[in-house]
Nanobody, 124 residues
């Protein structure tokens, strides 16, 4: 699976951005999808994930209630709607895919494929 994230940019605190990640190469429906982020000098951290069907979603405590992950299997795309952005959300955001129809992983090492990332900068 090849993944390409887009939609990052510069936004003021309290603003919104919508990230997209387009996938190609294999059957998109068989993959759980996740978003991770990595700020300068920090480890890559889990943000959100969604099951292959889109039925179940998972969020880190730091973004719960502000971010929403969704997917459109017909378009082979996963989205991350980010509202109420804070300066601490500043990071490079990565989408990832894991070949599973079961439990959705929340750690980077469990994902099989990664996109290049898109930078989100939130100014105070």
């Amino acid at each position: 699976v090849q993944l390409q994230a887009s939609g990052g940019g510069l936004v003021q605190a309290g603003g919104s951005l919508r990230l997209s990640c387009a996938a190609s190469g294999r059957t998109f429906n068989n993959y759980a999808l996740g978003w991770f982020r990595q700020a300068p000098g920090k480890e890559r951290e889990f943000v959100a994930a969604i099951t292959w069907s889109g039925t179940n979603t998972y969020y880190s405590d730091s973004v719960k209630g502000r971010f929403a992950i969704s997917r459109d299997n017909a378009k082979n795309t996963v989205y991350l709607q980010m509202n109420g952005l804070k300066p601490e959300d500043t990071a490079v955001y990565y989408c990832a895919a894991d070949y599973t129809l079961g439990v959705v992983p929340t750690t980077p090492d469990q994902y099989d494929y990664w996109g290049r990332g898109t930078l989100v900068t939130v100014s105070s």
